[in-house]
């Protein structure tokens, strides 16, 4: 009988011990699903909250940062960010349609009308300063409907159909050039590999010109105040993505990744923005 007990027992630790790891997997196995079933999107304040899928708010933030450079006002950028929309649903696209076959990029521009060699209209600083180029030629354009300054630049088939993006121009507009402040917020998985400083740094003076930046390990440090240094953070957000950044900080204000509850209260010196990129030592 003791003997049989002994068995007993070894059967019931052997059957918890496989409950026991089958928990473990399955916890395991949530954690995994749980990152893959996140929704990564870009979301705007203003005006009823709006929402770009990543790649699209990294080229709006492109676009919007190219406006920053050239001094050119949130109204620039409203414009712009509707005609890329309805060209190209905002991505860099390398084909055109029917009504313009030889079309390119980010506003669907035509080399067989002036706007640069094919190369250059799928450039995205190329496409984006080519259409600032060609609005501010437009008398008044600030005080435009924005389907009428679009439609004065493009001179498209659907004039109409810019419109229905006004909602969401304006708000990536305002928070992209820094007149909103900690007015975007990115829901992104986490990173799959660290960041490069370099890269960042290449890709923020590109968009933005020489602003005084130094490195830190993993952290860059911009020198910025104002609207300027909020539109600096809120692309840094917009790239988080494609740029594997971590946590971004301005104004006393602080975005982090994982934490994924958009700004909090955070320390920062002023006039300066912290990007922190994945991979890189804590501070």
């Not at 997997?25 to 709006?50: H, K, N, P």
């Not at 002023?270 to 990007?275: E, F, K, S, T, Y």
Request: neutral net charge; glycine residues 10%.
């Amino acid at each position: 009988m003791a003997r049989r007990g002994s068995w007993r027992r070894r059967i019931v630790l052997l059957l918890a011990l496989a409950m026991a790891a089958g928990g473990v997997y399955t916890a395991v196995a949530f954690i995994d699903r749980s990152e893959t079933l996140i929704t990564e999107r870009c979301t705007a304040v203003g005006g009823g909250d709006t929402e770009l899928a990543t790649d699209q708010a990294a080229n709006a933030a492109l676009i919007t940062a190219v406006a920053v450079r050239r001094g050119l006002p949130a109204r620039a950028a409203s414009i712009a960010l509707a005609t890329a929309m309805q060209e190209s649903k905002l991505r860099n696209i390398g084909h055109g349609d029917q009504a313009g076959p030889d079309s390119r990029g980010l506003f669907q521009q035509r080399p067989s009308q002036g706007w640069g060699t094919a190369e250059q209209v799928i450039d995205p600083y190329h496409a984006s300063n080519a259409f600032y180029d060609a609005l501010v030629k437009v008398s008044g354009y600030q005080s435009l409907e924005i389907t009428d300054a679009a439609q004065k630049v493009q001179r498209s088939a659907y004039p109409a159909a810019y419109a229905q993006h006004e909602v969401m121009a304006r708000a990536f507009a305002s928070v992209l050039s820094g007149q909103t402040a900690a007015g975007l917020d990115c829901t992104l998985r986490a990173p799959d590999a660290a960041g490069d400083p370099a890269a960042v740094q290449e890709r923020l003076s590109a968009a933005f010109g020489n602003l005084p930046v130094s490195v830190e390990g993993g952290t860059l440090l911009v020198e910025a105040g104002g609207a300027q240094a909020w539109a600096v953070a809120q692309w840094a957000v917009a790239n988080a993505k494609g740029l594997s950044i971590a946590e971004v900080r301005a104004d006393g204000r602080g975005w982090t990744r994982d934490a994924r509850n958009g700004w909090r209260s955070a320390d920062v010196p002023a006039g300066q923005v912290r990007i922190t990129l994945a991979g890189a030592p804590p501070p």
